[in-house]
């Protein structure tokens, strides 16, 4: 007999799944440490965006290097095959994250994109606290 629920089993899965925590995740425990408050992946505004602090009135997307297109970055390499559907695919998605950033800010969000590779060892502790500055700050 299965003595697990499907929420139980789903939530151990992840755990299992989650082992080396998510880019979003570190950013959300960094904040949650510093007290402020945030929601996840609000499907109310445009985009989704990956944290929601409505005290603040900010949004933040943490995005992948790759699937997003960040320029200028060494995480970032178009494929030597399929070139073609690859730079049609990211430049969509590009297009995508302008579209979403300039209609949040059209609704007065502040809006902060943390990228992966600002998130590596060696920047990381740089990276959040420019964040967290950026969220405290953007009111004064
Ligand atoms: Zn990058």
Redesign the pocket.
Known sequence: MDVHNKETRSYNMSCIKGKNTKPEEIVRKYLFSHGLRYRKNDKKLPGTPDIVLPKYKTVIFVNG?FWHG?EN?R??VVPKTNTEFWTNKIETNRQRDNRKINDLKRLGWNVIVI???QLKKYVIEDTLNAVLNGILHEND
């Open positions: 290097c960040h970055c995480y970032f990228w992966e590779c």
